[in-house]
């Protein structure tokens, strides 16, 4: 069969093969995939090579959408090794984000709206060099040209390529990308409505002619949910006020002000930490009385566009954007006002995630879903639009059963209602039992900061390990350092204590380096009103509003955090789930139906003997 031929290594590994004739078929229907697939099945070739067979046939391109940089060397090198094995030849182009990308100075503290406009303003000013020569076509085919005789390149070396070359590195990828069979980027560049448009169009693509690989696709739910969502905040309104005054801007300036006095106003009721909704026609009518919203939101952009002729940031832009989200939908969306820390912040939050996904999803040649948490699979397939006829499928890990030991102890909890100095302490105690007793490292998750620090305060009178900290906030070189120093103590055994949503909660691949991962008490979702309206939304759409809002996500996040012991066949490591909910049939019903997992309150015996 000719779709399994660029397979480019000798042997499968157990299970690949099954992923590949599943996704042969799928291909060949023009249908769509939604895999459960855990660590070590080799996902991204069994996925790359019958998209990349298909693609080559049918002139067709491939968009490995994935939100982790390490992934898009991964798909880099299997691509070339399909080029190598098989003789064949194809191009490969990856993107970062374009601020990412960009070799002007200072642009890594901008946000992404301020960036856009910077780079939208020098463009039409004429004055950045890098994207002059890239208009200039005989600078830019002798960039591309030398490009394309390399092996695929990261985003991160294309840009040290253009640097000496002076062309933008946004330009040369986007003109590689138009000859490009597969092209690596983040979810943004085709779930983003903006930027998919231009992009396409830039690179010439269209939907029916794509197949979509989603690597990761848990977090496609919450990314597309994000890209919908908004927030107008007191601080962010406070430094509009300031960057009009500077800029001589008095009539806007005015505005802002009365906008400010408005947000005030409405939270006037709403208590630090409290919120309450809002309704979408009242804060509308509201603005209106102020101004005309039609004729501020130009105005807004018209001003930032003035200020960023003088300066490189302006937060105008984002006011704009937010005061043309603010209408979009229905029911989709919660509204609300909070305070949190002196800063009043209205939010509009996007509930579905379909509202994006869906029409790309079902537009797309193929799109392959996939990820090592993906359970149940039917969630995904209704929450982001999969039509009815999606192959969903739930592979077995390929690692031995007897390698891992997988209890539930439910002597505590941290169910709200329940928490008590005695009960951290209780933990603290189980907590510094079994990593004591751990030859080797453990990481702790916790669902968050606050009881992570109530827990250490006890843990740390018990311990006999070094403990480490994630803090919140940490930048990349911090993460890494801290990985680096956690690594050292491989031999004689450090604790990590971490978040279960945090840095390290998914992503980290340590193979050989963590023995015993815990997770304390669940990571659910605070029941604000963001929370309690999508379970009423996901109630009324599907019968399962607890389940899709509540308990899953939550289940999830524990199971990515489970996923950092185990990164090898070899690797032989506990994981523990501290609470007493993970016995209850609600969310013990949630986990992989493959995993053994025991129920018990007497489990130094079991991991002593586990390691003996
Ligand atoms: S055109 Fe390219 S190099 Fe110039 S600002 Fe934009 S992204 Fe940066």
């Known amino acids: 069969m000719q779709e399994k031929s660029l397979f480019p290594y000798e042997n499968y590994r157990k299970i690949q093969e099954e992923i590949i004739k599943d996704l042969d078929k799928v291909l060949a229907e023009k249908n769509h995939a939604v895999i459960h697939a855990p660590t070590g099945l080799g996902k991204t070739v069994s996925a790359l090579s019958p998209a990349l067979s298909i693609a080559l046939k049918k002139k067709l391109k491939i968009f490995f959408l994935t939100s982790r940089h ?9 691509a070339q090794k399909i080029k190598e094995k098989h003789k064949i030849d194809f191009l490969v182009t990856s993107f970062i984000g374009k601020k990412h990308m960009c070799i002007q100075e200072n ?3 901008m946000n992404s709206s301020t960036f856009n406009e910077y780079c939208k303003v020098l463009k039409e000013e004429k004055t950045c060099d890098y994207y002059l020569n890239s208009k200039n076509k005989t600078k830019q085919k002798l960039a591309l040209d030398e490009l394309k005789i390399l092996p695929p390149l990261h985003s991160e070396e294309l840009k040290k390529k253009c640097a000496l070359q002076k062309v933008c590195p946004y330009e040369l990828a986007s003109d590689l990308a138009e000859q490009s ?8 560049y085709l779930f983003n409505p903006h930027i998919q448009k231009n992009f396409f169009n830039k690179i010439k693509a269209n939907l029916e002619e794509s197949i979509l690989i989603i690597d990761e696709g848990h977090n496609l739910p919450q990314r597309a949910r994000e890209i919908l969502s908004s927030r107008l905040t007191s601080n962010l309104l406070k430094r509009a006020i300031n960057e009009t005054q500077k800029n001589g801007l008095d009539g806007l300036n005015e505005t802002l002000r009365e906008m400010l006095n408005l947000l005030n106003l409405i939270s006037e009721d709403v208590r630090e930490e409290n919120e309450k909704v809002i309704q979408k ?5 509201k603005i209106n009385e102020i101004k005309n919203v039609e004729l501020l939101i130009p105005e807004l952009k018209i ?3 003035i200020i960023l002729t003088k300066q490189k940031r302006s937060v105008l832009n ?10 979009s939908g229905k029911e989709e969306f919660a509204r609300y006002i909070k305070k949190e820390k002196e800063n009043t912040q209205l939010v509009l939050s996007c509930l579905d995630p379909s509202i994006l996904t869906k029409e790309i999803i079902q537009n797309s040649h193929s799109t392959i879903l996939m990820s090592g948490t993906l359970l149940p699979t039917i969630m995904y397939q209704d929450i982001l639009g999969f039509p009815k006829n999606t192959l969903k499928k739930e592979y077995a890990s390929p690692f031995p059963e007897q390698n891992k030991l997988t209890l539930i102890i439910p002597s505590t909890t941290t169910k709200y209602v329940s928490r008590s100095q005695e009960q951290f302490n209780n933990i603290s105690l189980i907590m510094s039992n079994i990593t004591n007793n751990i030859k080797g490292n453990s990481i702790v998750f916790f669902p968050s900061y606050y009881l992570r620090d109530q827990v250490s305060e006890f843990f740390n009178e018990k311990t006999t390990k070094t403990v480490l900290f994630e803090q919140p906030g940490m930048t990349k070189e911090q993460k890494k350092e801290l990985l680096e120093k956690f690594t050292k103590y491989k031999e004689t055994g450090a604790v990590l204590l971490s978040i279960a949503s945090g840095s390290f909660g998914e992503g980290i691949d340590l193979p050989g380096i963590i023995k015993c991962v815990i997770i304390v008490g669940l990571p659910l979702e605070k029941p604000d009103i963001e929370t309690k309206t999508r379970i009423q939304y996901y109630d009324s759409l599907f019968g399962k509003g607890w389940d899709y809002a509540y308990t899953l996500p939550a289940i999830t996040k524990t199971l990515q955090n489970a996923g950092r012991c185990i990164r090898s066949e070899t690797d032989k490591g506990v994981l523990v789930f501290l ?6 049939s609600s969310y013990k019903k949630c986990f992989p139906p493959d995993w053994k997992m025991q129920v ?13």
Request: no cysteine.
């Open 70 to 78: 390490t992934q898009h060397k991964i798909v880099l090198e299997t």
């Open 107 to 109: 642009v890594e503290s």
């Open 181 to 188: 069979q597969i092209i690596i980027a983040d979810y943004h």
């Open 281 to 285: 026609t009242y804060f509308f009518d």
């Open 303 to 305: 001003a930032a566009d």
């Open 318 to 327: 984002v006011i704009a954007e937010f005061l043309e989200l603010w209408p």
């Open 579 to 584: 609470d007493e909910r993970y016995a209850w």
């Open 600 to 612: 018990t309150e007497n489990y130094l015996p079991l991991i002593k003997n586990f390691f003996t």
